[in-house]
């Protein structure tokens, strides 16, 4: 643990796995994730087969505790994005990490 791969990281190795530059390497992760927001913030489901699906969630108004207070707290309703990991990627990971 406490490792982390950054975003640099993914333009270097994609970059050396295609051979393209550097530039051009940033240029189309930074459209892939903006595309990723865009379609969120227009209610579009987005589906990557064999990666996962992204997706807005509805979370309905609730009651909370404030963690420091102990006192009760109303959390509005409001609508959260998020990513649900497809079963092709979640077996190569888990089975990697057995390797181990």
């Known amino acids: 643990m406490g490792m982390t ?5 993914l333009v270097n190795a994609v ?6 530059t550097q530039e051009e390497t940033e ?3 930074n459209c892939l994730f903006e595309s990723i ?3 969120l913030k227009t209610r579009k489901r987005i589906e990557i087969r064999g ?3 992204f997706n807005i969630r509805h979370k309905s108004l609730r009651q909370a505790r404030n963690p420091r207070t102990g006192e009760k ?5 409001k609508e959260v994005p998020t990513f649900k990991i497809s079963k092709e990627f979640k077996c190569a990971v ?7």
């Open 94 to 100: 888990t089975e990697s990490l057995r390797a181990d």
């Open 73 to 77: 707290v109303v959390v509005a309703e």
């Open 5 to 9: 791969t950054t975003k640099a990281d």
């Open 37 to 39: 927001i865009d379609s």
């Open 15 to 20: 970059a050396q796995k295609t051979g393209l």
């Open 51 to 53: 990666f996962g699906s």
């Open 27 to 29: 240029s189309a992760v």
